[in-house]
């Protein structure tokens, strides 16, 4: 009974990890793009929310053309890229304020993101039809399908999910070393330099205006894919499935700073990930031990990003004291 109950145990423990890291890395892969326009590139942007649709609504289409679950992923990110870059020109070159231009986007996305699932659904596009919300994403066009179809004729017990977090953490880890590399260029230090002070980056010879476009290009076309991964592991794509995606990020990336630390440009890529994964285990561990439904995800959500802000707050009023004080005895 004991061994039994032991077996239980650890296969509910097994279950969290391997939902926590399925789901939690195109999180991490979100949270990286918000972190890139919020935190490197200080632009409050709001097409978060309908680029990650996107990215899930090019990635059905793509699958139920019976078309590489790989090109999939690809335009999804290219998808991602245009719709940041928009943002960017309505801020840049039409001088419309930041978050004004993120609603203009993500408002337009609503409507696209629909056409693109209707014409998913039923193959045709009509300005007339009643459009689909949902679509689903046969297992045979998933990116992941290829590892699991190979290893479960060597494993007969081996899961579609665990092919899905071997094939998410080589997709992170690509991620990661790109945007570490990129953002160590020149061009790449001309957006940072851009977010950390705009008139100074000016007075350097950087074109401002270029560096905000390249960079919510790059956030949203990350933003894109991690939507695109995720209608990929969970089965299908919705209209609805980006609500509380913004909170999500900002809540992995104030974790993973108050954990971690933000000094340098690679302990923030790290802090976003780790936070992202902690911010999931804790949602998944509520859920799978029954104190909250379902329903009351987004809720959570909430409470999560209060909590963790108030501490970062309590935690940051601490030090100021600190220093204070320290600065009153020295005098």
């Known amino acids: 009974m004991l061994f039994l109950a032991n077996s239980s145990l650890w296969g509910s423990i097994s279950n969290i ?36 649709t996107l990215g899930a609504a090019v990635t059905a289409i793509i699958a139920t053309s019976g078309l590489s679950p790989y090109l999939g992923l690809f335009l999804s990110l290219i998808a991602g890229m245009f719709a940041g870059a928009l943002t960017g020109i309505l801020n840049a070159k039409l001088k419309i304020p930041p978050i004004l231009s993120g609603i203009i986007v993500l408002s337009a996305l609503f409507t696209i993101n629909l056409i693109i699932m209707g014409i998913a659904n039923d193959g045709v596009f009509n300005f007339f039809q009643s459009f689909n919300t949902k679509v689903s994403v046969p297992i045979e ?49 001309g957006i940072r330099a851009t977010g950390m002070n705009p008139v100074m980056a000016r007075a350097q010879g950087i074109n401002t205006d270029t560096m905000i476009i390249l960079g919510l290009a790059i956030s949203n076309g990350l933003i894109s894919l991690a939507g695109a991964l995720m209608s990929q592991v969970s ?25 971690i630390g933000k000094k340098t440009f690679k302990q923030n890529l790290i802090a976003v990930i780790i936070g992202t994964i902690i911010y999931y285990l804790i949602t998944d561990i509520i859920i799978m031990t029954g104190i909250l439904g379902s329903h009351f995800l987004k809720l959570l959500y909430a409470i999560i990003i209060v909590a963790v802000l108030a501490f970062s707050n309590i935690k940051t009023n601490k030090k100021k004291k600190i220093v204070k004080v320290e600065g009153a005895t020295n005098a």
């Not at 195109?26 to 309908?50: H, V």
């Not at 690509?174 to 790449?188: D, I, P, R």
């Open 17 to 52: 990890g391997i939902d926590t890291l399925s789901y939690g890395i195109p999180y991490a892969i979100l949270a990286l793009g918000i972190f890139l326009s919020f935190r490197i590139l200080d632009f409050a942007d709001l097409t978060c929310e309908g680029s990650f």
């Open 141 to 189: 066009n998933r990116f992941y399908y290829p590892l699991y179809n190979w290893l479960i004729g060597v494993f007969p017990n081996f899961k579609p999910k665990y092919a899905a977090t071997i094939m998410l953490f080589v997709i992170l880890a690509v991620v990661c070393m790109l945007v570490y590399f990129f953002y160590g260029t020149e061009t790449g230090m």
């Open 235 to 259: 089965g299908s794509a919705s209209s609805t499935m980006s609500i509380g995606v913004l909170v999500i990020g900002i809540a992995s990336i104030i974790i993973g700073e108050a954990i």
